[in-house]
Protein backbone atom coordinates (compact mmCIF):
# COMPACT_ATOMS: atom_id res chain seq x y z
CA UNK A 1 0.00 0.00 0.00
CA UNK A 2 1.18 3.51 -0.77
CA UNK A 3 1.68 6.17 1.76
CA UNK A 4 -1.25 8.05 2.62
CA UNK A 5 -2.94 10.17 1.98
CA UNK A 6 -4.42 9.04 -1.48
CA UNK A 7 -6.03 11.02 -3.52
CA UNK A 8 -8.56 10.12 -6.26
CA UNK A 9 -9.41 12.58 -9.20
CA UNK A 10 -12.96 12.26 -11.46
CA UNK A 11 -13.60 14.90 -13.54
CA UNK A 12 -17.55 15.77 -14.86
CA UNK A 13 -18.94 17.14 -18.12
CA UNK A 14 -22.16 17.90 -18.96
CA UNK A 15 -24.10 20.26 -21.76
CA UNK A 16 -27.80 21.84 -20.45
CA UNK A 17 -29.35 18.88 -21.11
CA UNK A 18 -28.68 15.01 -21.36
CA UNK A 19 -26.03 12.46 -19.48
CA UNK A 20 -23.16 13.83 -17.00
CA UNK A 21 -20.23 12.38 -18.25
CA UNK A 22 -17.71 11.13 -15.51
CA UNK A 23 -13.59 10.48 -16.43
CA UNK A 24 -10.84 9.42 -14.34
CA UNK A 25 -6.97 8.82 -15.78
CA UNK A 26 -7.14 4.91 -16.57
CA UNK A 27 -10.73 4.24 -16.22
CA UNK A 28 -13.88 3.58 -18.67
CA UNK A 29 -15.83 6.57 -18.62
CA UNK A 30 -19.59 6.75 -16.58
CA UNK A 31 -22.76 8.37 -18.08
CA UNK A 32 -24.56 9.43 -14.87
CA UNK A 33 -27.85 10.81 -14.96
CA UNK A 34 -30.54 12.38 -11.90
CA UNK A 35 -32.70 9.19 -10.26
CA UNK A 36 -35.66 9.06 -10.95
CA UNK A 37 -36.85 10.65 -7.83
CA UNK A 38 -35.57 13.54 -9.01
CA UNK A 39 -36.76 13.74 -12.90
CA UNK A 40 -34.08 11.30 -14.04
CA UNK A 41 -34.59 8.73 -16.87
CA UNK A 42 -33.73 6.18 -14.04
CA UNK A 43 -31.25 4.48 -16.69
CA UNK A 44 -28.18 5.50 -15.88
CA UNK A 45 -25.91 5.65 -12.22
CA UNK A 46 -26.81 8.31 -10.75
CA UNK A 47 -24.87 10.14 -7.68
CA UNK A 48 -27.05 8.56 -5.30
CA UNK A 49 -26.85 5.21 -6.72
CA UNK A 50 -22.56 5.51 -6.89
CA UNK A 51 -21.93 6.51 -3.15
CA UNK A 52 -24.03 3.61 -2.72
CA UNK A 53 -21.88 1.41 -4.61
CA UNK A 54 -19.47 2.65 -2.99
CA UNK A 55 -20.36 1.49 0.51
CA UNK A 56 -21.71 -2.16 -0.84
CA UNK A 57 -17.53 -2.17 -2.53
CA UNK A 58 -15.79 -0.73 0.58
CA UNK A 59 -17.34 -3.27 3.16
CA UNK A 60 -16.53 -6.15 0.74
CA UNK A 61 -12.92 -5.06 -0.04
CA UNK A 62 -12.66 -4.16 3.66
CA UNK A 63 -13.87 -7.68 4.54
CA UNK A 64 -11.35 -9.28 2.32
CA UNK A 65 -8.92 -7.74 3.53
CA UNK A 66 -9.78 -8.53 7.16
CA UNK A 67 -10.29 -12.13 6.56
CA UNK A 68 -6.69 -12.09 4.58
CA UNK A 69 -5.15 -10.69 7.99
CA UNK A 70 -6.93 -13.08 10.04
CA UNK A 71 -6.11 -16.06 7.90
CA UNK A 72 -9.93 -16.79 7.93
CA UNK A 73 -11.18 -19.22 4.77
CA UNK A 74 -14.29 -17.95 3.01
CA UNK A 75 -16.38 -18.61 -0.19
CA UNK A 76 -18.37 -15.60 -0.60
CA UNK A 77 -19.87 -12.82 0.14
CA UNK A 78 -22.85 -11.12 -1.09
CA UNK A 79 -23.85 -7.75 -0.02
CA UNK A 80 -26.58 -5.33 -0.90
CA UNK A 81 -26.93 -2.14 0.98
CA UNK A 82 -29.86 0.60 1.08
CA UNK A 83 -28.90 3.98 1.60
CA UNK A 84 -32.15 6.88 2.82
CA UNK A 85 -31.55 9.66 1.57
CA UNK A 86 -34.09 12.27 3.86
CA UNK A 87 -34.57 15.87 4.18
CA UNK A 88 -33.05 17.16 7.96
CA UNK A 89 -33.78 20.22 8.59
CA UNK A 90 -33.09 22.00 5.56
CA UNK A 91 -30.03 19.68 3.98
CA UNK A 92 -31.24 16.60 2.35
CA UNK A 93 -28.44 14.00 3.06
CA UNK A 94 -27.79 10.46 3.38
CA UNK A 95 -29.11 9.41 6.85
CA UNK A 96 -28.72 5.88 7.22
CA UNK A 97 -26.67 2.39 5.03
CA UNK A 98 -27.92 -0.52 5.67
CA UNK A 99 -25.87 -3.03 5.15
CA UNK A 100 -27.19 -6.49 3.67
CA UNK A 101 -24.51 -9.00 4.12
CA UNK A 102 -24.40 -13.04 3.38
CA UNK A 103 -21.00 -14.71 4.19
CA UNK A 104 -20.59 -18.50 3.37
CA UNK A 105 -17.99 -19.94 4.98
CA UNK A 106 -16.34 -23.87 4.82
CA UNK A 107 -17.71 -26.60 7.21
CA UNK A 108 -15.49 -26.35 10.70
CA UNK A 109 -14.87 -22.72 10.35
CA UNK A 110 -15.73 -20.63 13.86
CA UNK A 111 -18.79 -18.84 12.97
CA UNK A 112 -18.19 -16.18 16.09
CA UNK A 113 -14.44 -15.57 14.21
CA UNK A 114 -16.06 -15.05 10.81
CA UNK A 115 -18.58 -12.72 12.56
CA UNK A 116 -16.44 -10.31 14.12
CA UNK A 117 -14.81 -10.19 10.37
CA UNK A 118 -17.68 -9.18 9.42
CA UNK A 119 -17.95 -6.46 12.38
CA UNK A 120 -14.77 -5.29 11.84
CA UNK A 121 -15.06 -5.07 8.40
CA UNK A 122 -17.85 -2.89 8.95
CA UNK A 123 -15.74 -0.54 11.33
CA UNK A 124 -13.21 -0.52 9.19
CA UNK A 125 -15.08 0.88 5.62
CA UNK A 126 -13.24 4.54 5.29
CA UNK A 127 -16.16 5.00 2.85
CA UNK A 128 -19.03 4.59 5.33
CA UNK A 129 -16.55 6.38 8.03
CA UNK A 130 -16.42 9.67 6.22
CA UNK A 131 -20.16 9.80 5.77
CA UNK A 132 -22.92 11.65 8.25
CA UNK A 133 -25.22 8.81 8.24
CA UNK A 134 -25.96 6.07 10.60
CA UNK A 135 -24.67 2.33 9.18
CA UNK A 136 -26.03 -0.85 10.27
CA UNK A 137 -25.01 -4.04 9.68
CA UNK A 138 -27.00 -6.95 9.27
CA UNK A 139 -25.69 -10.60 8.02
CA UNK A 140 -25.89 -14.33 8.01
CA UNK A 141 -23.60 -17.11 8.28
CA UNK A 142 -23.72 -19.97 5.84
CA UNK A 143 -21.53 -23.16 5.40
CA UNK A 144 -21.42 -24.22 2.39
Same mark, same amino acid.
Given at each position: MNQFPHTYTVAASAQTEGDVALESD +?? !?SIA?? !?PTE $? +? +? !?GDKWSPEDLIVAAVADCFVLSFRAVAAASKLEWNELKCSVVGTL??? /?RDVKFTEMKISAALSVPEGVDQGRAQRSLE?? /?KMCFITNSLNSEVHL /? $??ISNG
Open positions: +GL !PSA !P $F +G +G !PDRV /EKA /E /E $FT
